[in-house]
């Protein structure tokens, strides 16, 4: 948890005055971040404002996908189109992001993602549908994502002081699942009334302010070696993470979740065959894990509290896994939407303690390469699991695509949790990376 927050206007009046606060700052989200800095505060509602829009599109493209073709192989091909160019690019990002200045980096990037949403709006008012096309862009939005990512997520520690990184993260979360929730249900909406031009238009109206957030940030020019005229290695970086088995761990616990159990490219098909639904019910299937992610990053102020971050991430992960084969094994709409929620409020406590450990364990000069690892592992674990799980689905059925992925889960994770036994030993207040 952040610093404790300035007193209650009421005062010390009674014994139990002060009790009121204290308690909701260790149930709700602690707002320290967005009170103490302007540029973190614009940055936060900037990327939540874009991440709607990159929420629309993403449903909009799959359903697009979907009309186009009849097949979820061809909706987790959209995974693996993103995947490939986030892999490479996702490692030379971060190497640039400790090159050169962070937020041109991050202008740059976000200017060219918005490009590529009026390319998608452009084609779809034009009445051009070509799968051939939409692959080539989300591959291209993944290079922009890829170079952007690393940049941004780097420039948090410059922004906030140490003691604030938890609470950020936590309400980093917030901004990304907000957008997969709201995201989502307005696509499946928009599109279902107003078809495709609609969601691309306001997908690409939505990244004006993460440009303005980028615009007004300070210069962040690199430090270290490359301040000096050095250049940054990704291979440095691979080393560097090689030394570090717990933040190594981190990753291998998310890969096991986001590609392993990663239900996502089987939601078209989910909504019609299970519960004899539309894209309205597609958006709500992609929306459920969003809104328990959002939830648990509401109610994150009990993460303070924690210190065996290790063993939190192991809990977490398995209760994902575990969530999601319940959901697969149901056929009652609310029910299944019910348990996607709590997977993805499984996935927020993951995630703020996998980020809060990698940016507490790496020095700054290195924090680019490190965040371009994190986003290949965050970003492209999911793409992975979207071309796993519609391959599954098309070769078996979509049952035995999320219960076995789902079970897998956890199974993978608590082979690794009996392997590195440290990692569940990890304390926060004496860390070992």
């Known amino acids: 948890m952040g610093p404790p927050g300035p007193a209650s206007p009421v005062g010390p009046a009674s014994p139990a005055g002060p009790v009121g606060p204290v308690v909701r700052r260790r149930v709700l989200a602690d707002l320290t971040p967005l009170r103490t800095s302007l540029d973190f505060r614009r940055l936060w509602i900037g990327s939540t404002v874009s991440w709607v829009g990159q929420g629309m599109t993403s449903l909009a493209?799959?359903?697009?996908?979907y009309d186009l073709t009849g097949s979820s192989f061809s909706v987790g091909l959209v995974g693996l189109f993103s995947l490939i160019p986030?892999?490479?690019?996702?490692?030379?990002?971060?190497?640039?992001?400790?090159?050169?200045?962070r937020r041109k980096l991050g202008l740059w990037s976000s200017a060219g993602a918005w490009v590529l949403s009026l390319a998608l709006a452009a084609a779809a008012f034009a009445g051009y549908a070509d799968v051939r096309f939409l692959y080539a862009i989300v591959a291209l939005q993944s290079v922009c994502g890829a170079l952007n990512g690393p940049a941004r997520s780097a420039m948090i520690p410059r922004l906030l002081?140490?003691?604030q990184l938890p609470a950020a993260n936590a309400l980093g979360s917030m901004t990304t699942t907000s957008g997969l929730m709201l995201g989502p249900m307005l696509g499946g909406l928009i599109?279902?009334?107003?078809?495709?031009?609609?969601?691309?238009?306001?997908?690409?109206?939505?990244?004006?302010?993460?440009?303005?957030?980028?615009?007004?940030l300070p210069s962040m020019r690199p430090t270290g070696a490359a301040e000096r005229g050095g250049r940054a290695s990704v291979l440095d970086g691979l080393r560097f993470l090689a030394t570090r088995p717990n933040i190594r761990m981190t990753f291998f616990t998310d890969l096991c979740a986001m590609v392993l159990a990663h239900p996502r490219a089987l939601f078209p098909a989910v909504a019609v065959l299970w519960y004899g639904g539309d894209a309205t019910t597609t958006g709500l299937l992609v929306a459920a894990p969003a809104v328990g992610a959002l939830l648990g990053g509401v109610f994150s102020g009990w993460l303070g509290r924690i210190r065996r971050h290790g063993l939190a991430i192991l809990l977490a992960v398995g209760s994902w896994g575990a969530a999601v084969t319940v959901f697969g094994l149901t056929r009652n709409l609310w029910l299944g939407m019910l348990f996607l929620a709590l997977a993805g409020a499984a996935d927020t406590t993951s995630m703020v303690?996998?980020?809060?450990?990698?940016?507490?364990?790496?020095p700054d000069e290195m924090r680019g390469r490190l965040q371009g690892v994190f986003i290949v592992v965050v970003a492209g674990g999911p793409r992975l699991g979207d071309f796993l799980a519609g391959a599954v689905g098309d070769l078996t059925s979509p049952e035995v695509a999320v219960v076995g992925g789902g079970i897998a889960c956890v199974v993978a994770v608590a082979v690794l949790g009996v392997v590195w036994r440290d990692?569940?030993?990890?304390?926060?207040?004496?860390?070992?990376p």
């Open 161 to 163: 002081p140490p003691e």
């Open 86 to 101: 986030l892999v490479v690019f996702g490692l030379y990002g971060g190497a640039v992001a400790d090159t050169v200045d």
């Open 423 to 432: 990692f569940a030993r990890y304390d926060a207040r004496s860390p070992v």
């Open 191 to 216: 599109v279902g009334a107003w078809g495709y031009q609609a969601a691309y238009t306001v997908d690409a109206l939505t990244f004006s302010a993460a440009l303005y957030a980028m615009w007004r």
């Open 61 to 65: 493209v799959s359903l697009q996908v």
């Open 353 to 362: 303690f996998r980020s809060t450990m990698l940016q507490s364990a790496t």
